[in-house]
């Protein structure tokens, strides 16, 4: 499995010094477009984290652009467009952190994870202390991440029982 990422998971993950975690759990890529929207000055470091975590960074082409342009509706984005029609053309599963995106991948039939999968993922593989994925789930709500209740008190306990 390839992992694709987008600019939310990204962000995310900044926010808990976690983007190294990825390549970790599987080989992951990112577009080149998805690179460029990382770069803001509320998280001046979030470029340099992914270059030094390991992500490839994948060119885009005019070609990918107008696929993504020509299936292109509602609150998703060209460059969220964009990651989809990457990961179909090459089996990548979609890492999405916004509900457009996540539900557009249910639609063309895309698998695609979230940040709970990450933390699941980071737990099972041994990655990280529980602990510090506990903290994760603590940071996320107080920087305007909403996650559905029942997957935080989920993950709360099964990360719990490892304290």
């Known amino acids: 499995m390839i992992l694709l990422a987008d600019t939310s998971i990204l962000i995310d993950l900044e926010y808990v ?4 975690v990825l390549p970790r759990i599987a080989p992951c890529e990112i577009l080149d477009v998805v690179l460029d ?5 509320s998280q001046p470091n979030l470029v340099l984290n992914i270059i030094q ?3 490839t960074v994948v060119e885009s082409t005019l070609d990918l652009v107008n696929k993504a342009t020509a299936m292109r509706r509602g609150r998703v984005s060209t460059i969220d467009m964009m990651t989809l029609c990457h990961a179909r ?11 457009p995106l996540r539900e557009r991948c249910t639609e063309e039939g895309i698998l ?4 709970f999968w990450i933390v699941e993922e980071a737990h099972r593989q041994h990655l ?7 903290r994760w789930l603590t940071v996320w709500p107080t ?11 989920r993950l709360r306990q099964l990360l719990s029982t490892e304290h």
Request: hydrophobic share 35%; glycine share 18%; charged share 25%.
């Open 37 to 41: 929207e990382c770069e803001h000055a």
């Open 53 to 55: 975590s390991g992500i």
């Open 17 to 20: 010094g976690g983007i190294a």
């Open 112 to 115: 695609f994870r979230g940040s």
């Open 89 to 99: 053309e090459h089996g990548h599963t979609v890492l999405a952190g916004d509900r």
């Open 143 to 153: 920087v305007g991440r909403r996650l559905p209740t029942e997957g935080l008190e």
């Open 128 to 134: 990280l202390e529980a602990s510090e994925l506990m």
